[in-house]
């Protein structure tokens, strides 16, 4: 009678896990239809009974079992007062920005970095250039600043070819600096990541200029001033030790 108790529950759990990868394979069909880059989704349970997590690059959203349903939006935990959604996607956009190597950005390093921030920037955008002014505080503090592009008026536009000028140079770090300070540039061309930095941008739901990513994976849309992220990571050190 034990004997055959067991072989019951083992053939349940079994019928499960084959539920569970059936619904897997249903979500990632319907995925398919309607989203590039489907193929590498990540999937899984969530506290909503009859939907799963699901994570496309740095999008996160819900999904019913069956593949037929999408939700968008916020999940709030409300005995815990925690928004669930928005630690998956620091989760997600850390996990993606962790997939582009440096060699595709342009890196401003401090002798001693102690924290790492990406942002994404337009060179004639006056917020930006303002932030990249304050280069010396970031680096004095430790920050280190990776820049990726996102030209606002988009491809062949004259802030895209600027962006194109800067990464075909021969010191992309002084270009930079020369282009967001209104100075000439050698408008070379060559093969570039401005492309992959625009999609990665609307990937990340980018709005306007600049548009900053904590290493922590938050999502931080307007300009920062150099001295108040400071304090903040200055901070944010003291509570660790």
């Not at 950005?105 to 930006?128: A, L, N, Q, S």
């Not at 820049?147 to 770090?173: F, H, L, Q």
């Not at 270009?175 to 401005?194: R, Y």
Request: hydrophobic share 35%; aromatic share 6%.
């Amino acid at each position: 009678m034990i004997v055959k108790l067991l072989s019951s529950t083992l053939l349940l759990i079994s019928l499960a896990f084959q539920a569970a990868s059936a619904d897997e394979k249903a979500i990632k069909k319907t995925l398919a239809k309607v989203m590039k880059g489907a193929e590498l989704a990540t999937i899984k349970s969530s506290p909503l009974l009859g939907m799963s997590e699901v994570s496309v690059g740095a999008k996160v959203f819900y999904m019913s079992d069956d593949g037929r349903y999408i939700l968008q939006g916020d999940l709030l935990d409300m005995d815990t007062q925690t928004n669930l959604t928005e630690e998956s996607t620091r989760k997600a956009v850390k996990t993606r920005l962790a997939g582009i190597d440096e060699d595709k950005m342009i890196v401003f390093k401090p002798e001693k970095t102690k924290h790492t921030i990406t942002v994404f920037t337009d060179i004639d955008c006056g917020y930006c250039r303002k932030m990249h002014n304050e280069m010396p505080t970031f680096l004095e503090n430790g920050i280190q600043v990776r820049y990726m592009m996102y030209p606002r008026e988009g491809k062949n536009s004259e802030a895209y070819k600027k962006a194109v000028a800067v990464w075909c140079s021969d010191d992309r770090n002084e270009s930079l600096t020369k282009a967001k300070n209104n100075k000439a540039l050698e408008m070379k061309t060559c093969d570039n990541p401005i492309d992959e930095h625009m999609d990665l941008a609307g990937e990340l739901g980018l709005r306007g200029t600049p548009l900053v990513v904590l290493e922590d994976g938050t999502i931080q849309p307007g300009y920062i001033p150099a001295k108040e992220l400071a304090k903040f990571y200055d901070k944010l050190d003291g509570a660790k030790k």
